[in-house]
């Protein structure tokens, strides 16, 4: 499996998620009815470096083999994230009210992600 492809449209997924909590959180906030107030706004930053943090992460080792033993705490590091992440989203689509579009595709995204960190886990690698 090429984990280049993979790493790559993770990276471009979480970095548009960081950008724009960096830079826009207010109008996220305002978007989704959440009341701006200080800590709101120091969580959707610290969010932020988080998702541009897993992003450059992800970015730096595209390239290297991952899989099995190979870069095994940034394959596990993925699988958490997402997997944790789409566990999360798929207990609330069925409880949300507002915006479910937006945790829906959220939650396929996280779902699929979670499933394609997992057989990266699991297989080992083959050099192209």
Do not use: C, Q
Request: aromatic residues 14%; hydrophobic residues 60%.
């Amino acid at each position: 499996m090429n984990t280049k492809i993979i790493m790559t449209s993770s990276v471009i997924f979480l970095a548009s998620i960081g950008i724009l909590f960096s830079f826009l959180p207010n109008e996220v906030m305002d978007y989704l009815s959440i009341e701006s107030i200080a800590i709101t706004r120091l969580f959707f930053n610290l969010m932020s470096a988080l998702y541009l943090g897993f992003a450059l992460l992800n970015w730096m080792a595209k390239g290297t083999l991952i899989g099995g033993i190979y870069n095994k705490p940034i394959a596990i590091a993925n699988l958490m994230h997402f997997g944790v992440g789409a566990i999360a989203l798929v207990k609330v689509v069925f409880n949300i009210r507002t915006h479910p579009e937006i945790i829906i595709s959220l939650a396929i995204v996280y779902v699929i992600f979670s499933l394609l960190f997992a057989y990266i886990f699991l297989k080992n690698p083959t050099k192209t």
